[in-house]
């Protein structure tokens, strides 16, 4: 179940985009953690949202905030409702697995995205986000609190999640030129949450 689960993320969300738009909080719970992200940007700077879905609450913040938003996500259903609901910005129908692209971002975010991948998956993706950052830029994501995966549900349909040990993010991140800014596991006033914040230093 688990391997079939992880290999079909993106169609589920696919599926179920209208039932993730209704049920998405609006509250923006995240909102301590993505100011903690936007002080470490330039005023306007451009923010890669990785795994954007339909871009509300989060990229619909940044927007709010002055930032110019580039938003991918694997889920083609979920980037038409973010073209439609912010035209001005850049929406790309792409897997992240395969994101390559000729330019760098201020801040790179994977906010409950990055942690549905495989643990080898998710391996892959620090070059990516290295490839895809300049000195001083930000990047934050969540994962889960211990190397393993965890199965969930969403509209009825099983739903993947994986994580490294905390000790290996930390090893990958300095590898590819990151240095973990602030880290927080199960974080009580953003729904337990576990969130890293790095920055690029070289």
């Known amino acids: 179940m688990e391997s079939h689960a992880a290999k079909h993320i993106l169609s589920l ?5 209208d039932e993730f738009a209704r049920l998405r909080p609006r509250h923006l719970f995240e909102k301590k953690w993505l100011d903690k992200f936007i002080q470490r940007l330039c005023p306007r700077g451009h923010i890669l949202d990785i795994g954007c879905g339909n871009g509300k ?6 927007i709010a905030g002055g930032f110019t938003l580039t938003g991918v996500d694997g889920s083609a259903a979920m980037i038409a409702q973010a073209q439609t609901h912010f035209p001005a ?9 395969h994101l390559t692209m000729d ?3 201020d801040g790179l975010i994977a906010w409950d995205s990055f942690f549905h991948l495989t643990q080898n998956d998710q391996r892959a993706m620090f070059p990516r986000f290295a490839a895809l950052s300049h000195p001083g830029s930000a990047l934050m994501f969540t994962s889960g609190t211990s190397n393993g995966t ?3 549900t969403f509209a009825g349909e099983p739903l993947y999640h994986a994580s490294l040990a ?3 993010y930390r ?3 300095a590898q590819h030129g990151f240095t973990v800014v602030d880290v927080q596991f199960e974080d009580p006033e953003c729904g337990y949450h576990s969130i890293w914040l790095c920055k690029k230093v070289n």
């Open 57 to 62: 609450p989060i990229a619909e913040y940044f």
């Open 103 to 105: 330019e760098t971002f």
């Open 166 to 168: 905390p000790e290996e």
């Open 150 to 152: 965890a199965m969930g």
């Open 13 to 17: 969300y696919e599926r179920h985009a």
């Open 171 to 173: 090893e990958i991140l």
């Open 89 to 97: 910005q850049r929406w790309i129908h792409r897997d992240m697995r």
